[in-house]
T-cell receptor
Framework: DAGVTQSPTHLIKTRGQQVTLRCSPKSGHDTVSWYQQALGQGPQFIFQYYEEEERQRGNFPDRFSGHQFPNYSSELNVNALLLGDSALYLC?????????????FGEGSRLTVL | GENVEQHPSTLSVQEGDSAVIKCTYSDSASNYFPWYKQELGKGPQLIIDIRSNVGEKKDQRIAVTLNKTAKHFSLHITETQPEDSAVYFCAASKSTSGTYKYIFGTGTRLKVLA
């Protein structure tokens, strides 16, 4: 049973560029969330996708956008990169357990903006 | 706003001793409280969780307690081993209209000294 998979694992960009990160959820999961984790911090919620629509959004600017495909995989796009966007970007999929959702993370994509 | 406070930020224990990490949440609607272990360069891994209708849960050397009245929950690791060294995150979650919102603590870096 494959877990949450993300690509690429590492990438380097320069300020002003755009980046696309990809995620495949755990088998059987249809809800995907994206988080930003700065060094030494906890994960910060960016947004959540279900049925190909953004359902919730955290406190991130419009430069951060996403997409979910019919096969439940997802992309995170960040435009006009800033130095402060350097972080580990985590994708997580949610498995339903009663009225709660269990969150499973991928290994992350480490973005460095120079 | 909603937040989760986590203490301590760092914790060093001798191998074989116990470790306790504490979290306090602000949103009384939270009903699911997972704990994650994050090793260097990896994504957070779910290690144990507790739901709001339960006061305590154990899994081998790991236990979690929840005090809903005080809005506190804690992670207890007994007989610590060097491989327990990692960063641990608590989170509080609630379900709203089919979406799941997670708020993470800032993490505790646990060092188990051999």
């Amino acid at each position: 049973d494959a877990g949450v998979t993300q690509s690429p694992t590492h990438l380097i960009k320069t300020r002003g560029q755009q980046v696309t990160l990809r995620c495949s959820p755990k088998s059987g999961h249809d809800t995907v969330s994206w988080y930003q984790q700065a060094l030494g911090q906890g994960p910060q919620f960016i947004f959540q996708y279900y049925e190909e629509e953004e359902r919730q959004r955290g406190n991130f600017p419009d430069r951060f956008s996403g997409h979910q495909f019919p096969n439940y995989s997802s992309e995170l796009n960040v435009n006009a990169l800033l130095l402060g966007d350097s972080a580990l970007y985590l994708c997580a999929s949610i498995g339903l357990a009663g009225d709660t959702g269990e969150l499973f993370f991928g290994e992350g994509s480490r973005l460095t903006v120079l | 706003g909603e937040n989760v406070e986590q203490h301590p930020s760092t914790l060093s224990v001798q191998e074989g001793d116990s470790a306790v990490i504490k979290c306090t949440y602000s949103d009384s609607a939270s009903n699911y409280f997972p704990w994650y272990k994050q090793e260097l360069g990896k994504g957070p891994q779910l290690i144990i969780d507790i739901r709001s209708n339960v006061g305590e849960k154990k899994d081998q050397r790991i236990a979690v307690t929840l005090n809903k009245t005080a809005k506190h929950f804690s992670l207890h690791i007994t007989e610590t081993q060097p491989e327990d060294s990692a960063v641990y995150f608590c989170a509080a979650s609630k379900s709203t209209s089919g979406t799941y919102k997670y708020i993470f603590g800032t993490g505790t870096r646990l060092k188990v000294l051999a």
